[in-house]
Protein backbone atom coordinates (compact mmCIF):
# COMPACT_ATOMS: atom_id res chain seq x y z
CA UNK A 1 0.00 0.00 0.00
CA UNK A 2 0.94 3.30 -0.03
CA UNK A 3 2.96 5.25 2.81
CA UNK A 4 0.05 6.44 4.14
CA UNK A 5 -3.54 5.51 2.14
CA UNK A 6 -5.74 7.44 1.00
CA UNK A 7 -9.53 7.54 0.54
CA UNK A 8 -10.46 4.25 -1.86
CA UNK A 9 -6.89 3.25 -2.00
CA UNK A 10 -8.41 -0.75 -1.35
CA UNK A 11 -9.70 -2.30 -4.57
CA UNK A 12 -13.39 -3.20 -4.05
CA UNK A 13 -12.71 -7.03 -4.85
CA UNK A 14 -9.26 -7.37 -3.10
CA UNK A 15 -10.90 -9.88 -0.23
CA UNK A 16 -12.12 -11.93 -2.93
CA UNK A 17 -8.68 -13.56 -4.17
CA UNK A 18 -9.40 -15.49 -7.57
CA UNK A 19 -13.10 -15.30 -7.32
CA UNK A 20 -12.99 -11.55 -7.94
CA UNK A 21 -14.00 -13.09 -11.98
CA UNK A 22 -17.21 -13.36 -10.60
CA UNK A 23 -17.83 -10.19 -10.81
CA UNK A 24 -17.69 -9.74 -14.63
CA UNK A 25 -19.78 -12.94 -15.22
CA UNK A 26 -23.01 -11.66 -14.96
CA UNK A 27 -22.10 -9.21 -17.77
CA UNK A 28 -20.52 -11.71 -19.66
CA UNK A 29 -23.26 -13.99 -19.70
CA UNK A 30 -25.65 -11.31 -20.64
CA UNK A 31 -23.98 -9.73 -23.53
CA UNK A 32 -23.24 -13.23 -24.76
CA UNK A 33 -26.63 -14.12 -24.16
CA UNK A 34 -28.10 -11.31 -26.34
CA UNK A 35 -25.40 -10.96 -28.80
CA UNK A 36 -26.12 -15.06 -29.90
CA UNK A 37 -30.41 -14.56 -29.34
CA UNK A 38 -30.25 -11.49 -31.58
CA UNK A 39 -31.66 -11.57 -34.71
CA UNK A 40 -29.96 -12.36 -38.03
CA UNK A 41 -31.33 -9.32 -39.99
CA UNK A 42 -31.62 -6.97 -37.32
CA UNK A 43 -27.74 -6.30 -37.10
CA UNK A 44 -28.59 -2.72 -34.26
CA UNK A 45 -29.47 -5.79 -32.25
CA UNK A 46 -26.23 -7.17 -32.68
CA UNK A 47 -24.00 -5.53 -29.80
CA UNK A 48 -20.82 -6.62 -30.68
CA UNK A 49 -18.87 -4.29 -28.48
CA UNK A 50 -20.36 -5.93 -25.57
CA UNK A 51 -19.72 -10.02 -26.85
CA UNK A 52 -16.03 -9.05 -27.34
CA UNK A 53 -15.43 -7.63 -23.55
CA UNK A 54 -15.28 -11.11 -22.47
CA UNK A 55 -12.66 -12.59 -25.36
CA UNK A 56 -10.47 -9.10 -25.08
CA UNK A 57 -10.19 -9.80 -21.08
CA UNK A 58 -9.09 -13.40 -21.92
CA UNK A 59 -6.46 -11.77 -24.50
CA UNK A 60 -5.59 -8.69 -22.51
CA UNK A 61 -4.32 -11.49 -19.52
CA UNK A 62 -2.65 -13.54 -21.95
CA UNK A 63 -0.99 -10.54 -23.59
CA UNK A 64 0.62 -9.42 -19.86
CA UNK A 65 1.57 -12.86 -19.27
CA UNK A 66 3.67 -12.97 -22.33
CA UNK A 67 5.10 -9.79 -21.44
CA UNK A 68 6.27 -10.97 -17.72
CA UNK A 69 7.69 -14.00 -19.29
CA UNK A 70 9.56 -12.47 -22.23
CA UNK A 71 10.66 -9.46 -19.56
CA UNK A 72 12.09 -11.88 -16.78
CA UNK A 73 13.90 -13.94 -19.37
CA UNK A 74 15.46 -11.19 -20.88
CA UNK A 75 16.48 -9.55 -17.33
CA UNK A 76 18.20 -12.91 -16.78
CA UNK A 77 20.67 -12.59 -19.57
CA UNK A 78 21.37 -9.25 -17.70
CA UNK A 79 22.61 -7.52 -21.07
CA UNK A 80 20.67 -4.42 -21.57
CA UNK A 81 19.40 -4.16 -17.58
CA UNK A 82 18.67 -1.06 -17.14
CA UNK A 83 18.54 -1.24 -13.35
CA UNK A 84 20.94 -3.65 -11.41
CA UNK A 85 18.94 -3.03 -8.33
CA UNK A 86 17.55 -6.64 -6.19
CA UNK A 87 13.82 -7.46 -7.00
CA UNK A 88 12.83 -8.94 -3.83
CA UNK A 89 9.15 -10.79 -2.53
CA UNK A 90 7.81 -7.66 -1.09
CA UNK A 91 7.39 -6.77 -4.77
CA UNK A 92 6.30 -9.52 -6.05
CA UNK A 93 3.33 -9.59 -3.65
CA UNK A 94 2.27 -5.71 -3.97
CA UNK A 95 2.18 -6.33 -7.87
CA UNK A 96 0.76 -9.90 -7.89
CA UNK A 97 -2.76 -8.30 -8.72
CA UNK A 98 -1.36 -6.52 -11.88
CA UNK A 99 -5.04 -8.02 -13.49
CA UNK A 100 -7.27 -5.84 -11.46
CA UNK A 101 -7.14 -3.26 -13.83
CA UNK A 102 -8.17 -5.52 -16.61
CA UNK A 103 -10.78 -6.90 -14.78
CA UNK A 104 -11.64 -2.97 -14.17
CA UNK A 105 -11.70 -2.47 -17.52
CA UNK A 106 -14.04 -4.98 -18.54
CA UNK A 107 -16.36 -3.56 -15.88
CA UNK A 108 -16.58 -0.17 -16.83
CA UNK A 109 -16.97 -1.23 -20.48
CA UNK A 110 -19.97 -3.60 -20.08
CA UNK A 111 -21.61 -0.45 -17.66
CA UNK A 112 -21.22 2.06 -20.77
CA UNK A 113 -21.98 -0.01 -23.04
CA UNK A 114 -25.47 -0.91 -21.23
CA UNK A 115 -26.08 2.56 -19.83
CA UNK A 116 -25.59 4.01 -23.54
CA UNK A 117 -27.31 3.07 -26.66
CA UNK A 118 -24.87 4.65 -28.94
CA UNK A 119 -22.52 2.31 -27.68
CA UNK A 120 -24.44 -0.53 -28.96
CA UNK A 121 -24.41 -1.63 -32.23
CA UNK A 122 -21.06 -0.54 -33.06
CA UNK A 123 -19.28 -1.71 -36.78
CA UNK A 124 -16.22 -3.32 -36.60
CA UNK A 125 -14.10 -1.20 -38.06
CA UNK A 126 -14.39 2.73 -38.56
CA UNK A 127 -11.19 4.46 -40.10
CA UNK A 128 -12.37 7.80 -38.92
CA UNK A 129 -12.44 6.66 -35.30
CA UNK A 130 -8.76 5.81 -35.44
CA UNK A 131 -8.00 9.27 -36.39
CA UNK A 132 -10.15 10.82 -33.36
CA UNK A 133 -8.58 8.15 -30.83
CA UNK A 134 -5.16 9.46 -32.08
CA UNK A 135 -5.61 13.28 -32.21
CA UNK A 136 -6.97 12.97 -28.73
CA UNK A 137 -4.37 10.69 -27.04
CA UNK A 138 -1.77 12.64 -28.37
CA UNK A 139 -3.51 15.95 -26.77
CA UNK A 140 -5.87 15.52 -23.98
CA UNK A 141 -4.95 12.81 -22.68
CA UNK A 142 -1.35 12.64 -22.39
CA UNK A 143 -1.22 16.49 -21.76
CA UNK A 144 -3.65 15.98 -18.52
CA UNK A 145 -1.93 13.15 -17.79
CA UNK A 146 1.29 14.63 -17.36
CA UNK A 147 0.12 17.39 -15.06
CA UNK A 148 -1.89 15.12 -13.43
CA UNK A 149 1.38 13.35 -12.72
CA UNK A 150 3.24 15.99 -11.27
CA UNK A 151 0.16 16.64 -9.32
CA UNK A 152 0.55 12.87 -7.92
CA UNK A 153 4.58 13.75 -6.70
CA UNK A 154 3.26 16.38 -4.67
CA UNK A 155 3.80 14.78 -1.32
CA UNK A 156 -0.44 15.08 -0.20
CA UNK A 157 -1.18 12.88 -3.07
CA UNK A 158 2.07 11.16 -3.14
CA UNK A 159 1.98 9.70 0.34
CA UNK A 160 -1.60 8.66 -0.06
CA UNK A 161 -1.43 7.22 -3.37
CA UNK A 162 1.45 7.51 -6.01
CA UNK A 163 3.82 6.02 -3.49
CA UNK A 164 2.17 2.18 -3.31
CA UNK A 165 3.40 2.75 -7.64
CA UNK A 166 6.77 4.39 -6.77
CA UNK A 167 7.94 1.55 -4.29
CA UNK A 168 8.72 -0.65 -7.27
CA UNK A 169 12.32 0.83 -8.11
CA UNK A 170 13.25 -2.44 -10.57
CA UNK A 171 10.24 -2.25 -12.93
CA UNK A 172 8.64 -5.17 -14.55
CA UNK A 173 6.10 -4.81 -16.97
CA UNK A 174 3.25 -5.16 -14.35
CA UNK A 175 4.03 -2.48 -12.51
CA UNK A 176 2.96 0.20 -14.78
CA UNK A 177 -0.43 -1.27 -13.32
CA UNK A 178 0.33 -1.47 -9.94
CA UNK A 179 -2.09 1.56 -8.40
CA UNK A 180 -4.43 2.25 -5.36
CA UNK A 181 -8.00 2.20 -6.79
CA UNK A 182 -9.09 5.79 -6.40
CA UNK A 183 -5.81 6.11 -8.86
CA UNK A 184 -6.59 3.80 -11.52
CA UNK A 185 -10.42 5.30 -11.70
CA UNK A 186 -8.85 8.43 -12.15
CA UNK A 187 -6.49 7.13 -15.30
CA UNK A 188 -9.30 5.23 -16.76
CA UNK A 189 -11.43 8.85 -16.80
CA UNK A 190 -8.38 9.83 -19.23
CA UNK A 191 -7.82 6.86 -21.03
CA UNK A 192 -12.16 7.66 -21.38
CA UNK A 193 -11.96 10.47 -23.43
CA UNK A 194 -10.93 9.07 -27.01
CA UNK A 195 -13.22 6.19 -26.13
CA UNK A 196 -16.42 8.06 -25.37
CA UNK A 197 -15.69 10.95 -28.06
CA UNK A 198 -15.46 8.27 -30.77
CA UNK A 199 -19.37 6.81 -29.32
CA UNK A 200 -20.55 10.37 -29.12
CA UNK A 201 -19.74 11.12 -32.67
CA UNK A 202 -20.74 8.20 -34.31
CA UNK A 203 -17.10 7.45 -34.95
CA UNK A 204 -16.74 4.38 -32.61
CA UNK A 205 -15.64 1.15 -33.68
CA UNK A 206 -15.24 -2.28 -31.72
CA UNK A 207 -11.48 -2.67 -33.47
CA UNK A 208 -10.38 0.57 -32.82
CA UNK A 209 -12.05 0.86 -29.16
CA UNK A 210 -10.10 -2.62 -28.08
CA UNK A 211 -7.26 -1.84 -30.33
CA UNK A 212 -6.74 1.28 -27.84
CA UNK A 213 -6.43 -0.71 -24.98
CA UNK A 214 -4.21 -2.89 -26.25
CA UNK A 215 -2.28 0.05 -27.48
CA UNK A 216 -1.95 1.18 -23.25
CA UNK A 217 -1.02 -2.52 -22.40
CA UNK A 218 1.75 -2.25 -25.16
CA UNK A 219 3.18 0.85 -24.05
CA UNK A 220 2.78 1.08 -20.30
CA UNK A 221 4.18 -2.61 -20.27
CA UNK A 222 7.07 -1.63 -23.02
CA UNK A 223 8.03 1.40 -20.41
CA UNK A 224 8.31 -0.47 -17.53
CA UNK A 225 10.72 -3.07 -18.48
CA UNK A 226 13.67 -3.47 -17.09
CA UNK A 227 15.55 -3.46 -20.32
CA UNK A 228 16.00 -1.41 -23.39
CA UNK A 229 14.84 -3.13 -26.61
CA UNK A 230 14.10 -0.22 -28.42
CA UNK A 231 16.07 -0.07 -31.29
CA UNK A 232 18.14 3.05 -32.25
CA UNK A 233 17.44 2.58 -36.00
CA UNK A 234 13.79 3.75 -35.43
CA UNK A 235 14.93 7.04 -33.70
CA UNK A 236 17.88 7.53 -37.05
CA UNK A 237 15.11 7.49 -39.57
CA UNK A 238 12.02 8.66 -37.79
CA UNK A 239 14.09 11.81 -35.82
CA UNK A 240 10.74 13.74 -34.42
CA UNK A 241 9.72 10.19 -33.17
CA UNK A 242 11.78 10.47 -30.01
CA UNK A 243 9.03 13.22 -28.72
CA UNK A 244 6.34 11.05 -29.64
CA UNK A 245 7.60 8.10 -27.96
CA UNK A 246 9.56 6.54 -24.69
CA UNK A 247 11.50 3.87 -24.17
CA UNK A 248 12.14 1.56 -21.09
CA UNK A 249 15.37 3.66 -19.89
CA UNK A 250 13.95 6.78 -20.26
CA UNK A 251 10.64 6.24 -17.94
CA UNK A 252 13.09 3.87 -15.70
CA UNK A 253 14.56 7.47 -14.44
CA UNK A 254 11.47 8.59 -13.04
CA UNK A 255 11.75 5.87 -10.65
CA UNK A 256 14.70 5.96 -9.81
CA UNK A 257 15.16 9.88 -9.71
CA UNK A 258 11.37 10.37 -9.50
CA UNK A 259 11.25 14.39 -10.24
CA UNK A 260 11.93 13.89 -14.15
CA UNK A 261 10.03 12.60 -17.20
CA UNK A 262 6.93 12.75 -16.04
CA UNK A 263 5.30 12.08 -19.83
CA UNK A 264 2.58 9.11 -20.77
CA UNK A 265 3.86 7.80 -23.44
CA UNK A 266 5.03 10.81 -25.40
CA UNK A 267 7.90 12.46 -24.22
CA UNK A 268 6.97 15.92 -25.50
CA UNK A 269 5.63 17.46 -22.77
CA UNK A 270 8.72 17.20 -20.65
CA UNK A 271 10.61 18.64 -23.28
CA UNK A 272 8.21 21.70 -23.28
CA UNK A 273 7.80 22.12 -19.48
CA UNK A 274 11.75 21.36 -18.77
CA UNK A 275 11.08 18.15 -16.92
CA UNK A 276 13.33 15.86 -19.04
CA UNK A 277 16.00 14.26 -17.52
CA UNK A 278 19.35 15.42 -18.70
CA UNK A 279 20.54 11.50 -18.72
CA UNK A 280 17.91 10.12 -20.77
CA UNK A 281 19.81 10.07 -24.21
CA UNK A 282 22.87 8.62 -22.29
CA UNK A 283 21.36 6.03 -20.49
CA UNK A 284 19.22 5.13 -23.77
CA UNK A 285 22.61 4.88 -25.32
CA UNK A 286 24.46 2.89 -22.57
CA UNK A 287 21.75 0.03 -22.05
CA UNK A 288 20.72 -0.34 -25.80
CA UNK A 289 24.62 -1.22 -26.35
CA UNK A 290 24.83 -3.34 -23.48
CA UNK A 291 27.14 -5.19 -21.10
CA UNK A 292 27.56 -9.24 -20.88
CA UNK A 293 27.82 -10.03 -17.25
CA UNK A 294 29.13 -13.77 -17.65
CA UNK A 295 27.99 -15.81 -14.77
CA UNK A 296 30.52 -16.93 -11.90
CA UNK A 297 28.30 -20.07 -10.86
CA UNK A 298 25.94 -21.26 -13.00
CA UNK A 299 22.65 -24.13 -11.18
CA UNK A 300 21.35 -26.63 -13.87
CA UNK A 301 18.27 -27.88 -12.59
CA UNK A 302 15.21 -29.37 -14.16
CA UNK A 303 11.72 -30.02 -13.80
CA UNK A 304 9.84 -31.65 -12.17
CA UNK A 305 5.98 -32.84 -13.23
CA UNK A 306 4.15 -30.77 -15.86
CA UNK A 307 2.59 -27.92 -13.86
CA UNK A 308 5.92 -27.40 -12.56
CA UNK A 309 6.52 -24.81 -15.96
CA UNK A 310 4.36 -22.64 -14.16
CA UNK A 311 5.75 -22.48 -11.16
CA UNK A 312 9.34 -21.12 -13.01
CA UNK A 313 10.47 -17.83 -12.56
CA UNK A 314 9.58 -17.00 -15.97
CA UNK A 315 6.18 -18.62 -15.24
CA UNK A 316 3.64 -16.68 -12.88
CA UNK A 317 5.15 -14.73 -10.29
CA UNK A 318 3.22 -15.56 -7.56
CA UNK A 319 2.95 -18.80 -7.61
CA UNK A 320 6.67 -18.84 -8.39
CA UNK A 321 7.16 -16.79 -4.91
CA UNK A 322 5.30 -19.75 -2.72
CA UNK A 323 6.95 -23.24 -2.37
CA UNK A 324 5.75 -25.54 -5.07
CA UNK A 325 3.54 -28.16 -2.64
CA UNK A 326 1.37 -31.25 -3.17
CA UNK A 327 -1.91 -29.25 -3.59
CA UNK A 328 -0.72 -27.09 -6.46
CA UNK A 329 -0.64 -29.75 -9.20
CA UNK A 330 -4.86 -29.16 -9.63
CA UNK A 331 -6.84 -29.91 -12.55
CA UNK A 332 -7.07 -26.70 -13.90
CA UNK A 333 -3.14 -25.85 -13.88
CA UNK A 334 -2.74 -29.20 -15.07
CA UNK A 335 -4.32 -28.77 -17.98
CA UNK A 336 -3.28 -25.35 -18.35
CA UNK A 337 0.35 -26.78 -17.60
CA UNK A 338 -0.07 -29.81 -20.25
CA UNK A 339 0.39 -27.46 -23.72
CA UNK A 340 3.40 -25.75 -22.40
CA UNK A 341 4.74 -28.73 -20.61
CA UNK A 342 4.80 -30.27 -24.06
CA UNK A 343 6.01 -27.28 -26.13
CA UNK A 344 8.82 -26.87 -23.16
CA UNK A 345 10.05 -30.55 -23.53
CA UNK A 346 10.82 -29.65 -27.26
CA UNK A 347 13.68 -27.28 -26.58
CA UNK A 348 17.04 -28.48 -27.70
CA UNK A 349 18.73 -26.47 -24.87
CA UNK A 350 18.82 -25.37 -21.57
CA UNK A 351 17.34 -21.71 -20.42
CA UNK A 352 18.30 -19.37 -18.58
CA UNK A 353 15.68 -18.60 -15.66
CA UNK A 354 16.86 -16.84 -13.32
CA UNK A 355 20.19 -14.38 -11.93
CA UNK A 356 21.05 -13.65 -8.87
CA UNK A 357 24.22 -12.11 -7.34
CA UNK A 358 26.34 -12.31 -3.88
CA UNK A 359 28.91 -10.31 -2.98
CA UNK A 360 30.74 -10.45 -6.43
CA UNK A 361 29.64 -13.28 -7.76
CA UNK A 362 27.08 -13.53 -10.78
CA UNK A 363 24.66 -16.54 -9.83
CA UNK A 364 22.92 -18.09 -12.66
CA UNK A 365 20.07 -21.11 -12.93
CA UNK A 366 19.72 -22.93 -16.38
CA UNK A 367 17.29 -25.15 -16.22
CA UNK A 368 17.24 -28.79 -18.63
CA UNK A 369 13.76 -28.63 -20.87
CA UNK A 370 12.81 -32.12 -19.39
CA UNK A 371 10.60 -33.69 -16.57
CA UNK A 372 11.29 -36.08 -13.54
CA UNK A 373 9.83 -39.12 -15.61
CA UNK A 374 12.04 -38.01 -18.68
CA UNK A 375 14.51 -38.85 -16.15
CA UNK A 376 13.22 -42.15 -14.81
CA UNK A 377 12.78 -43.25 -18.49
CA UNK A 378 15.86 -45.14 -19.90
CA UNK A 379 14.87 -44.02 -23.15
CA UNK A 380 15.21 -40.34 -22.41
CA UNK A 381 18.67 -40.73 -20.44
CA UNK A 382 20.61 -40.47 -23.78
CA UNK A 383 18.91 -37.17 -24.84
CA UNK A 384 19.44 -35.49 -21.47
CA UNK A 385 22.86 -36.56 -21.01
CA UNK A 386 23.73 -34.87 -23.99
CA UNK A 387 22.22 -31.55 -23.06
CA UNK A 388 23.33 -31.69 -20.17
CA UNK A 389 26.68 -32.04 -21.35
CA UNK A 390 26.10 -29.82 -23.79
CA UNK A 391 25.32 -27.07 -20.49
CA UNK A 392 28.66 -28.12 -19.39
CA UNK A 393 30.30 -27.17 -22.06
CA UNK A 394 28.30 -23.53 -22.35
CA UNK A 395 29.34 -23.30 -18.76
CA UNK A 396 32.86 -23.37 -19.61
CA UNK A 397 32.89 -21.55 -22.38
CA UNK A 398 31.00 -18.49 -20.38
CA UNK A 399 33.99 -18.65 -17.84
CA UNK A 400 32.14 -20.11 -14.98
CA UNK A 401 34.06 -21.36 -12.16
CA UNK A 402 31.39 -23.93 -10.44
CA UNK A 403 28.48 -25.96 -12.55
CA UNK A 404 26.38 -27.03 -9.52
CA UNK A 405 23.88 -30.29 -10.64
CA UNK A 406 20.51 -30.16 -9.10
CA UNK A 407 18.10 -33.04 -8.58
CA UNK A 408 18.37 -35.50 -10.70
CA UNK A 409 21.25 -34.12 -13.35
CA UNK A 410 23.48 -35.95 -11.12
CA UNK A 411 22.25 -39.64 -10.78
CA UNK A 412 24.78 -41.83 -10.79
CA UNK A 413 23.07 -44.11 -14.03
CA UNK A 414 22.94 -40.67 -15.98
CA UNK A 415 26.66 -39.33 -15.83
CA UNK A 416 28.40 -40.90 -12.38
CA UNK A 417 27.57 -38.04 -10.37
CA UNK A 418 29.19 -36.03 -12.94
CA UNK A 419 32.06 -37.20 -13.22
CA UNK A 420 31.58 -38.54 -17.30
CA UNK A 421 32.49 -34.84 -17.84
CA UNK A 422 35.54 -34.55 -15.91
CA UNK A 423 36.35 -38.00 -17.69
CA UNK A 424 35.58 -36.74 -20.81
CA UNK A 425 37.41 -33.81 -20.28
CA UNK A 426 40.07 -34.08 -17.86
CA UNK A 427 41.29 -30.21 -18.62
CA UNK A 428 37.70 -28.56 -17.64
CA UNK A 429 38.47 -25.04 -16.04
CA UNK A 430 34.70 -25.32 -14.37
CA UNK A 431 34.31 -27.12 -11.31
CA UNK A 432 31.13 -29.22 -11.03
CA UNK A 433 29.99 -30.06 -8.14
CA UNK A 434 27.66 -31.86 -6.67
CA UNK A 435 26.95 -31.06 -3.68
CA UNK A 436 27.09 -34.08 -1.56
CA UNK A 437 29.44 -32.77 1.18
CA UNK A 438 27.19 -30.22 1.94
CA UNK A 439 23.67 -32.20 1.68
CA UNK A 440 24.99 -34.26 4.06
CA UNK A 441 26.03 -31.40 6.36
CA UNK A 442 22.52 -30.40 6.44
CA UNK A 443 20.86 -33.56 7.12
CA UNK A 444 23.49 -34.05 10.23
CA UNK A 445 22.04 -30.80 11.69
CA UNK A 446 18.58 -32.14 11.22
CA UNK A 447 19.04 -34.97 13.51
CA UNK A 448 17.62 -34.15 17.06
CA UNK A 449 20.02 -33.82 19.60
CA UNK A 450 21.63 -37.13 22.02
CA UNK A 451 20.62 -39.47 18.93
CA UNK A 452 22.32 -42.57 19.36
CA UNK A 453 20.80 -44.84 16.85
CA UNK A 454 19.15 -44.08 13.03
CA UNK A 455 17.41 -46.19 10.69
CA UNK A 456 19.04 -45.58 6.81
CA UNK A 457 16.25 -46.23 4.12
CA UNK A 458 17.10 -45.82 0.49
CA UNK A 459 19.82 -46.65 -2.67
CA UNK A 460 23.44 -46.95 -2.13
CA UNK A 461 23.93 -43.77 -3.44
CA UNK A 462 26.80 -41.14 -2.81
CA UNK A 463 25.13 -39.24 -0.05
CA UNK A 464 23.98 -42.03 1.34
CA UNK A 465 27.99 -43.47 1.73
CA UNK A 466 28.95 -40.42 2.71
CA UNK A 467 26.03 -40.17 5.19
CA UNK A 468 26.70 -43.58 6.82
CA UNK A 469 30.33 -42.46 7.09
CA UNK A 470 29.88 -39.07 8.92
CA UNK A 471 27.17 -41.03 11.44
CA UNK A 472 29.67 -43.24 12.09
CA UNK A 473 32.85 -41.09 12.61
CA UNK A 474 30.23 -39.40 15.43
CA UNK A 475 29.65 -42.75 16.71
CA UNK A 476 26.38 -42.86 15.72
CA UNK A 477 24.80 -46.24 15.04
CA UNK A 478 23.68 -46.68 11.30
CA UNK A 479 20.62 -49.19 11.75
CA UNK A 480 19.24 -50.59 7.93
CA UNK A 481 17.20 -53.30 6.83
CA UNK A 482 18.48 -53.79 3.12
CA UNK A 483 21.33 -56.51 3.66
CA UNK A 484 22.49 -55.04 0.00
CA UNK A 485 22.55 -51.57 1.16
CA UNK A 486 24.62 -52.99 3.96
CA UNK A 487 26.95 -54.70 1.98
CA UNK A 488 27.79 -51.73 -0.01
CA UNK A 489 28.72 -49.34 3.10
CA UNK A 490 31.10 -52.04 4.25
CA UNK A 491 32.79 -52.36 1.16
CA UNK A 492 32.76 -48.07 0.70
CA UNK A 493 33.59 -47.26 4.25
CA UNK A 494 36.74 -47.19 6.45
CA UNK A 495 36.98 -50.56 8.09
CA UNK A 496 36.90 -49.53 11.86
CA UNK A 497 33.51 -47.71 11.28
CA UNK A 498 32.21 -50.90 10.66
CA UNK A 499 31.31 -51.23 14.33
CA UNK A 500 28.71 -48.51 13.72
CA UNK A 501 26.96 -50.60 11.14
CA UNK A 502 23.92 -53.04 11.94
CA UNK A 503 21.63 -54.65 9.50
CA UNK A 504 18.26 -55.14 12.00
CA UNK A 505 14.80 -56.03 10.60
CA UNK A 506 13.59 -53.63 13.44
CA UNK A 507 12.22 -50.18 12.73
CA UNK A 508 11.97 -49.49 16.13
CA UNK A 509 14.66 -46.26 15.86
CA UNK A 510 13.65 -42.67 16.51
CA UNK A 511 15.30 -41.21 13.89
CA UNK A 512 15.18 -42.42 10.12
CA UNK A 513 17.01 -41.08 7.42
CA UNK A 514 14.73 -41.47 4.04
CA UNK A 515 16.12 -41.97 0.32
CA UNK A 516 13.87 -41.70 -2.47
CA UNK A 517 12.62 -44.57 -2.67
CA UNK A 518 10.61 -44.71 0.82
CA UNK A 519 7.77 -46.95 0.43
CA UNK A 520 4.35 -46.00 2.51
CA UNK A 521 3.90 -49.50 3.70
CA UNK A 522 7.62 -49.09 5.44
CA UNK A 523 5.94 -45.74 7.00
CA UNK A 524 3.26 -47.65 8.28
CA UNK A 525 5.70 -49.09 10.43
CA UNK A 526 6.99 -46.43 12.28
CA UNK A 527 6.46 -45.39 15.79
CA UNK A 528 4.72 -42.71 16.93
CA UNK A 529 6.70 -39.56 17.08
CA UNK A 530 9.51 -40.66 14.97
CA UNK A 531 11.29 -38.03 12.83
CA UNK A 532 12.10 -38.84 9.39
CA UNK A 533 15.07 -36.88 8.11
CA UNK A 534 14.98 -37.23 4.09
CA UNK A 535 18.93 -37.06 2.74
CA UNK A 536 16.71 -36.82 -0.89
CA UNK A 537 16.50 -34.04 -3.15
CA UNK A 538 12.53 -34.96 -3.27
CA UNK A 539 10.20 -35.03 -0.23
CA UNK A 540 8.75 -38.38 0.87
CA UNK A 541 5.14 -38.50 0.86
CA UNK A 542 3.99 -37.25 4.43
CA UNK A 543 1.48 -39.79 5.05
CA UNK A 544 2.11 -39.90 9.04
CA UNK A 545 0.40 -37.39 11.20
CA UNK A 546 1.94 -38.71 14.20
CA UNK A 547 5.17 -38.06 13.21
CA UNK A 548 7.71 -35.48 12.41
CA UNK A 549 8.97 -34.51 8.71
CA UNK A 550 11.67 -32.26 8.50
CA UNK A 551 13.18 -30.59 5.37
CA UNK A 552 15.21 -32.00 2.33
CA UNK A 553 18.64 -30.41 2.82
CA UNK A 554 18.66 -27.04 2.19
CA UNK A 555 19.86 -23.61 4.19
CA UNK A 556 18.95 -20.28 4.22
CA UNK A 557 20.90 -17.75 2.01
CA UNK A 558 22.58 -14.95 3.27
CA UNK A 559 20.39 -11.52 3.69
CA UNK A 560 22.69 -10.40 0.95
CA UNK A 561 21.89 -12.88 -1.52
CA UNK A 562 19.82 -10.26 -4.30
CA UNK A 563 17.23 -10.86 -6.59
CA UNK A 564 15.74 -13.83 -4.88
CA UNK A 565 12.22 -14.10 -5.32
CA UNK A 566 11.12 -17.46 -6.66
CA UNK A 567 11.04 -19.95 -4.24
CA UNK A 568 13.29 -23.22 -5.33
CA UNK A 569 10.80 -25.97 -5.48
CA UNK A 570 8.74 -26.95 -2.42
CA UNK A 571 11.23 -25.07 0.12
CA UNK A 572 10.04 -21.70 1.59
CA UNK A 573 11.19 -18.35 0.77
CA UNK A 574 14.91 -17.20 0.66
CA UNK A 575 15.83 -21.25 1.32
CA UNK A 576 18.49 -23.36 -0.66
CA UNK A 577 18.68 -26.91 -1.44
CA UNK A 578 21.92 -28.03 -0.13
CA UNK A 579 23.37 -29.05 -3.59
CA UNK A 580 22.52 -25.89 -5.33
CA UNK A 581 24.15 -23.24 -2.01
CA UNK A 582 27.36 -26.40 -2.18
CA UNK A 583 28.23 -24.45 -5.34
CA UNK A 584 28.35 -21.21 -4.76
CA UNK A 585 29.94 -21.47 -1.11
CA UNK A 586 32.57 -24.06 -3.63
CA UNK A 587 33.34 -20.70 -5.75
CA UNK A 588 33.73 -18.40 -2.76
CA UNK A 589 36.10 -20.35 -1.22
CA UNK A 590 37.98 -20.79 -4.81
CA UNK A 591 38.23 -24.47 -4.28
CA UNK A 592 40.46 -25.57 -7.21
CA UNK A 593 39.06 -29.11 -7.26
CA UNK A 594 35.69 -30.56 -8.46
CA UNK A 595 33.26 -32.67 -6.22
CA UNK A 596 32.04 -35.23 -8.37
CA UNK A 597 32.44 -39.14 -8.66
CA UNK A 598 34.09 -40.23 -5.80
CA UNK A 599 35.22 -36.95 -4.89
CA UNK A 600 34.19 -35.52 -1.40
CA UNK A 601 35.10 -31.83 -0.41
CA UNK A 602 34.66 -32.74 3.19
CA UNK A 603 31.24 -32.53 6.01
CA UNK A 604 32.76 -30.30 7.68
CA UNK A 605 34.77 -28.03 5.60
CA UNK A 606 32.03 -27.65 3.21
CA UNK A 607 29.48 -26.93 6.66
CA UNK A 608 31.67 -24.42 8.17
CA UNK A 609 32.29 -22.74 5.19
CA UNK A 610 28.59 -22.24 4.61
CA UNK A 611 28.19 -20.56 8.00
CA UNK A 612 31.31 -18.35 7.74
CA UNK A 613 29.29 -16.91 4.31
CA UNK A 614 26.35 -16.16 5.93
CA UNK A 615 24.56 -19.29 5.07
CA UNK A 616 22.26 -20.62 7.97
CA UNK A 617 21.20 -23.70 8.74
CA UNK A 618 17.12 -24.78 7.62
CA UNK A 619 14.52 -26.85 9.36
CA UNK A 620 11.33 -26.47 9.63
CA UNK A 621 11.14 -27.89 13.08
CA UNK A 622 13.22 -25.53 13.99
CA UNK A 623 15.80 -28.66 15.54
CA UNK A 624 18.82 -27.57 13.13
CA UNK A 625 18.68 -23.83 13.90
CA UNK A 626 18.27 -24.32 17.57
CA UNK A 627 21.56 -25.95 17.28
Keep these: MATRPGPLSRWPWQDLGNYKYAVVAPWAARSTYRFLTASGSDDQRRDLLGFAVLPVLL ?6 QVWISVSRHQTARSKHRIVSKSLDFEQVDRERSWDDQILLTALLFYVV ?41 HHYLYARYHSHHHASIVTEPITSVIHPFAEEVVYFALFAIPLLTMVATGTGSVVVANGYLIYIDFMNYLGHCNFELVPKMLFDVLPPLKYLMYTPSFHSLHHTQF ?12 YLYGTLDKSSDDLYE ?54 LAKLTSLLGSTFRAEANRLHNLN ?30 ADAEASGARVLTLGLLNQANELNRNGELYVIRKPNLKTKIVD ?28 VATVLASALCEREILVQMVDKDLYDCLTQELRPELHKHLLVSSSYTSKVWLVGDKLRDQEQRKAQAGVHLVPYSQFPPNAMREDCVYHSTPALVVPDLFENLHACENWLPRRVMSAWRAAGIVHALEKWDAHECGARVTGVDKAWRAALAHGFRPYDRHGAAVAK
Design 59 to 64: LRLLYS
Design 113 to 153: NAAAPAAQGLPWWNSKGLVVAALLHAGPVEFLYYWLHRALH
Design 259 to 270: RTNYSLFMPLYD
Design 286 to 339: RTLHGREEAPDVVHLTHLTTPDSVLHLRLGFASLAAAPLAAPFATRLRLRAAAP
Design 363 to 392: IETWVVPRYTSQYLSKDGLYSIGRLIEKAV
Design 435 to 462: GTSLAVAAVVHMIPPGTKDVLLLGDANK
